[in-house]
């Protein structure tokens, strides 16, 4: 198995997703544009940022965007022409695809820094959990936040329980079990099923991915979760 730095490379990422035998090219082509290939093998591939550095980075910058101090690191032209050639992710967040809750601004982070992947209600769900495969087993990241925030709609409407059109209630579904663990449970009912729904899927995410539980059991991976507050802007790790 190739490996970089102790992550596998993309061609063994294939085989163990099982697609190694339809071969690299047809996949690629398949599943990411080709010049994804070449962020994959540039001349040199700087070491990932240990998980509790990246966190460390990351409430760091939530604190800056707080106070109203935002330094808007890796948004300049050489960066940009940089991440145009490869990407190199020190976190991946898994956060709700709400307008207000945008990663880059509220951790204070620039282009390449994050590896995001959004959806309402920050659910876990299989093409989240292979993009964040992706990101950590490929890219490297080693260090996954799940990002939930206050008053979330998805979550909410798991707690109502009301009827929904279309496929809004695909993804409530997925919240409803996380509702249940505190439904008995003294406090606002919408405030305490946020930090459930943001621990529950952190639960997910290492127990429905054999890559992810490895990465975690070899020490090259750790999850954490939050709630981001829309008012204050302060996020706060709750799991």
Known sequence: MTQRHGFIGRRSFLQLAG????????????????????????????????????????????????EGKRQNPNQSRLRLQETAVAQYPFASILGCADSRVPAEIVFDQGLGDLFVVRVAGNVASQTAIGSLEFSTAVLGSQLIVVVGHSRCGAV????????????????????????ARVVAKTGDLQQNAVIANVQYQAERLAESSTILAGLIKEGKLKIVGGRYDLSSGKFVIVT
């Open 19 to 66: 697609l190694g035998g339809m071969g690299v090219a047809a996949s690629s082509g398949l599943l990411w544009h080709p010049e994804a290939s070449v962020a994959q093998n540039p001349t040199t591939k700087p070491q990932p940022v240990s998980p509790d550095a990246a966190l460390k980075r990351l409430l760091e910058g939530n604190q800056r965007f707080m």
């Open 156 to 179: 909410v409407a798991a707690t109502k329980g009301d009827p929904l059109p279309g496929r809004i209630g695909t993804f409530v579904e997925e919240i409803k079990p996380a509702v």
